[in-house]
């Protein structure tokens, strides 16, 4: 059983954690979420209803279960204003914390070569050769990144990442053939659980559809995922997050990478991976 919620699809979260107090709704946000809302009835049920923010509080959100893509606070204000019921969330510095690229590459890295760099000189030098992809410390569906190589020039995109973030993350551009997600619940009280693998279509960085990656991962790539899953689970605790999380994955030629990519908070394919939420 699944219990009808409120939802605020705030898909520009990261934006949001980026800011903070200065950030305002991109206006178009919800139509942006309205028209990905059929890919994610597995996450949020065909009987959502949706709240935006900055607008008229739908009156059949009140006394629903208030839920937001990310708990960010212009996406918990808004569910309180439409009379949603509200769960404790974590706090902004908290969220902030955890979905920062900093935080990923701080549990180790799963593919050589790819690191957190600060030194604009060492960063456009190591750049400047072979295939690089350049990541923001916050970014979402394909936006804060660049890819690097045929003659690519880096120099503004790095400047202003490190303006702006202190860092980038540099990681070898591979040719990958095989995406995948593991997707889980921190609980307050620090017990998770984990949803089974899922096969995900990307393009340009942006999710499109998923479906059960059982038969596509050998059983050590499974392995490897699932000891992700935990792993990442355990750090998000312990630095004070509660709430859903996925990790990404995905085979290339030269191997796999079990971790490239982690959110705090929900995702395109929770609903495929782990199920439709909140259970009643």
Known sequence: MHARAAWVLNLDAEDELRL????????????????????????IGDDAVLVERGAPAP???????????????????????????????PPLEVLRLVNDRRFHHGLGERLEG?????????????????????????????????????????????ARALREDGGVAVEPRVDVTLDVSLHGLVERGGRWTLGRPVESEVRGGAWRRARDAEPA?????????????????????????????????????????ARCELNARFSMAFGVGWGRYPRA
């Open 59 to 89: 009156s059949a959100a009140r006394g629903l279960p208030g839920l937001a893509w990310c708990p960010t606070p212009s996406a918990l204000a808004a569910l309180v204003r439409a009379g949603a019921l509200v769960e404790e969330a």
């Open 20 to 43: 903070g107090r200065a950030y305002t709704p991109r206006p178009g946000a919800l139509a942006a979420a309205l028209a990905l809302r059929d890919r994610l009835t597995a996450l």
């Open 114 to 158: 790819a690191r957190w760099m600060i030194d604009e000189a060492k960063i456009l030098s190591t750049v400047a050769r072979g295939r690089w992809l350049l990541k923001r410390a916050l970014g979402f569906a394909g936006r804060g990144r660049l890819a690097c190589g045929d003659g690519v020039d880096a120099r503004a995109f790095v």
């Open 217 to 257: 991962l050998s059983t050590g790539e499974r392995a490897a995922l699932l000891t992700e899953g935990d792993t990442v689970a355990a750090a998000l605790h312990r630095a004070g997050y509660f709430g859903p999380f996925s990790v990404d994955a995905f085979r290339f030629d030269g191997g796999f990478c």
